[in-house]
């Protein structure tokens, strides 16, 4: 296959979206990003890469870092994890209040807020926020083989300024005994992770480990292991984008995780990985534009897990 054809035209194919949806405004640092952003990069298994327009742009990309602290809190706790944060998508808003109460503080899945803030502090354990952070970082540096990933401090003070809610979350979180170390120093971890800096290329190198069972595809090092990586990423294909996340796997049928940054990861088992960017978001907060641009590349490539 052309892949960089089929790249340029996915691309294309998204233009007639670029800046649409709404640029995300719950964080103030988001609101004033340029909407008409749009970069989409595609990196197979043996570092192949191939990108078209602004693929190389850092962004901040929220949420996705929540499929790798989860890597992180997996490699920490085993499946200790689960007695703390479910595995089910929650059919409700990603910041829901009334099913932490229903679900008695366990969240019903890693990638809502809640149950990312859980992982967190999971992965802080009994050390502190700085050590976990240092260790996320470093993790993505070793993995995108770039040693400038670094937090956006600017957005992660925006994060914390606008971050009452999150906050409320977590200490309801606590009230149930499901956190284990102080809600500042967990939403500190989370705000920071959440606030890390890369571009789509970046993002996809990145995660080419989950693409093949656990182990980096270019040297054969393992990172994860085969069990824990299917299991990622059968709740990236089933609860990562929040309430959008049966829409997204009934179009593209990939695991994939948004972020309100307007980022979109997904992971193509055997083959490699894929990052999109476009700041304007549907009601979901799932990148308009990103999504038309995989889907046309599933279309392309047949890449689909149902195929």
């Not at 890693?110 to 260790?135: H, K, R, W, Y």
């Not at 990052?275 to 641009?293: D, I, Q, Y």
């Amino acid at each position: 296959m052309d892949y960089q054809a089929i790249v340029d035209e996915a691309l294309s194919a998204a233009e007639t979206y670029r800046g649409h949806g709404d640029v995300a405004s719950h964080i103030p640092a988001l609101a004033t990003v340029n909407p008409k952003k749009l970069g989409l990069a595609l990196v197979l298994r043996d570092g192949t890469t191939y990108c078209a327009g602004d693929a190389d742009e850092a962004f901040s990309i929220q949420s996705i870092s929540t499929v790798f602290t989860l890597s992180l809190a997996l490699q920490h706790v085993g499946g200790a994890l689960w007695n703390h944060v479910g595995r089910e998508a929650s059919g409700s808003p990603l910041n829901s209040l009334v099913q932490l109460e229903s679900d008695k503080g366990k969240p019903r899945n890693p990638f809502m807020n809640a149950g990312a803030m859980v992982v967190c502090d999971q992965l802080i354990g009994s050390d502190d926020a700085e050590t976990a952070m240092q260790e996320l970082l470093d993790f993505l540096r070793e993995r995108a083989g770039e040693d400038g990933i670094m937090v956006d401090e600017r957005v992660a003070m925006s994060e914390s300024k606008a971050g009452a809610l999150n906050r409320s979350l977590a200490h309801y979180v606590s009230s149930f005994g499901n956190l284990r170390n102080p809600v500042d120093e967990v939403v500190s971890v989370y705000f920071r992770q959440c606030s890390i800096a890369m571009s789509c290329r970046q993002l996809a190198t990145a995660a080419l480990y989950l693409a093949c069972d656990g182990t980096d595809c270019r040297t054969g090092t393992p990172v994860l292991g085969p069990e824990r990586t299917r299991r990622i990423l059968a709740l990236m294909l089933t609860c990562g984008h929040y309430d959008n996340s049966g829409d997204f796997a009934f179009r593209i049928g990939l695991p994939g995780k948004s972020g309100s940054g307007g980022g979109i990861l997904a992971v193509i088992p055997g083959v490699g990985a894929a990052c999109v960017w476009s700041p304007g978001l549907n009601a979901a907060r799932t990148s308009l534009a990103g999504a038309v641009a995989l889907e046309r590349l599933v279309q392309r490539t047949g890449w689909s897990v149902f195929v």
